[in-house]
């Protein structure tokens, strides 16, 4: 090997410990150009259709995407079944919770990309994913934005990789910080990434502790705004049916938007991991620049879902293209 492949592989090796996350350099716009030109279209059309017939359809689909990429990166692996002896990521406790109508999308939109010839197998559901939460947000009203393209369907999908890497909502900012940070997000994307719960549902057992048995000098979470906090329990009685859920954002549930902001102002957020942006006084100055700022939170948002995008992207024979989005080839 000559003296200047071996610098070439020592400043790799240098760039690849510095910055673990640029595997996904490899990730790009257009990068179905030649095989399926159409892709795009394809799956927003198909979005499109869904979403008039479900608004969970935008909800559903934006937290598929970001379960998907804090296991095991962005891989649809969130989306395999359990099969045999194997328990996959979907059956993990806190993706019980993920609405079918993300799954549906996606297997909608790979059944309309494949029924195309020259697109066959050729598009990975990983992409589509990206591709249709892409569509999601634009459709409720939010920011729209070129997504790369280029990541591999993961081969293996286990409830217990799940363990420990998706927040809590009871989560404090150091909590929140961390988990981030893992997957190369900052403080900065974290909160821009929180504004999804802009739209979308909770089931009432994921608030409950802020609204009854507090603490034993409050039994209500003091940082709640207290209209809301009654609100929230005429909507959430003690033992309401645990299939009961209700909107994230109290203001305007099906528009993506800074509103979600201008309730943490209120103290509407619903829960502890979203309140605490305000309240948290590191964190505090961005939800009160996004909150007056649409176009800056926007920019922030954009910014972080494509960097969202990037974590953790298979490529070569670490991934393939799955035949089938539930199951392994
Ligand atoms: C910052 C830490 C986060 C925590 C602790 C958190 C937690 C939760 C919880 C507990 C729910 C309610 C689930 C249910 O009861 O069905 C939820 C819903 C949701 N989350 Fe998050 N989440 C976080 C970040 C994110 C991010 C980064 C995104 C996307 C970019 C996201 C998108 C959503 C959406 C869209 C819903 C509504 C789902 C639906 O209506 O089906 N969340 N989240």
């Known amino acids: 090997m000559g003296r200047l492949s071996v610098v070439m592989i020592a400043m790799w090796s240098i760039l690849f410990v510095l910055f673990p996350h640029s595997t996904s350099a490899q990730l790009r716009q257009n990068y179905y150009a030649n095989v399926c030109p159409n892709v795009e279209n394809i799956v927003r059309n198909v979005v499109t259709q869904k979403f008039q017939q479900t608004f969970v359809t935008v909800p559903a689909t934006l937290r598929l995407f970001f379960h998907d990429c804090f296991v095991q990166g962005c891989d649809a692996s969130v989306i395999v079944a359990s099969s045999g002896s194997n328990t996959a990521e979907k059956d993990h406790p806190d993706n019980l919770s993920l609405a079918g109508d993300g799954f549906d999308t996606v297997i909608k939109a790979k059944a309309a990309v494949d029924a195309i010839p020259s697109c066959t197998n050729k598009v990975s559901c990983a992409d589509i994913l990206a591709m249709a939460t892409r569509d999601v947000v634009a459709l409720s009203g939010g920011p729209s934005y070129a997504v790369e393209l280029g990541r591999l369907d993961g081969l293996s999908s286990t409830a217990a990789s799940v363990n420990g890497k998706l927040p809590q909502p009871t989560f404090n900012l150091n909590q929140l910080n961390s988990l981030?940070?893992?997957?190369?997000?900052?403080?900065?994307?974290?909160?821009?990434?929180?504004?999804?719960?802009?739209?979308?549902?909770?089931?009432?057992?994921?608030?409950?502790?802020?609204?009854?048995?507090?603490?034993?000098?409050?039994?209500?979470?003091?940082?709640?705004?207290?209209?809301?906090?009654?609100?929230?329990?005429?909507?959430?009685?003690?033992?309401?049916?645990?299939?009961?859920?209700?909107?994230?954002?109290?203001?305007?549930?099906?528009?993506?938007?800074?509103?979600?902001?201008?309730?943490?102002?209120?103290?509407?957020?619903?829960?502890?991991?979203?309140?605490?942006?305000?309240?948290?006084?590191?964190?505090?100055?961005?939800?009160?620049?996004?909150?007056?700022?649409?176009?800056?939170?926007?920019?922030?948002?954009?910014?972080?879902?494509?960097?969202?995008?990037?974590?953790?992207?298979?490529?070569?024979?670490?991934?393939?293209?799955?035949?089938?989005?539930?199951?392994?080839?």
């Open 180 to 329: 981030f940070a893992a997957n190369g997000l900052t403080q900065t994307d974290m909160i821009a990434l929180s504004a999804a719960h802009t739209v979308g549902f909770s089931h009432c057992g994921k608030f409950a502790n802020r609204i009854y048995n507090f603490s034993n000098q409050n039994p209500v979470d003091p940082t709640l705004n207290q209209n809301y906090a009654s609100q929230l329990q005429s909507m959430c009685p003690r033992n309401v049916d645990p299939r009961i859920a209700i909107n994230m954002d109290p203001t305007t549930p099906r528009t993506f938007d800074n509103v979600y902001f201008q309730n943490l102002q209120q103290g509407k957020g619903l829960f502890t991991s979203d309140q605490v942006l305000f309240t948290d006084r590191r964190s505090k100055p961005t939800v009160n620049a996004w909150s007056s700022n649409s176009p800056a939170f926007q920019k922030a948002f954009i910014t972080a879902m494509t960097k969202l995008g990037r974590v953790g992207v298979k490529t070569g024979s670490n991934g393939n293209i799955r035949r089938d989005c539930s199951a392994f080839n």
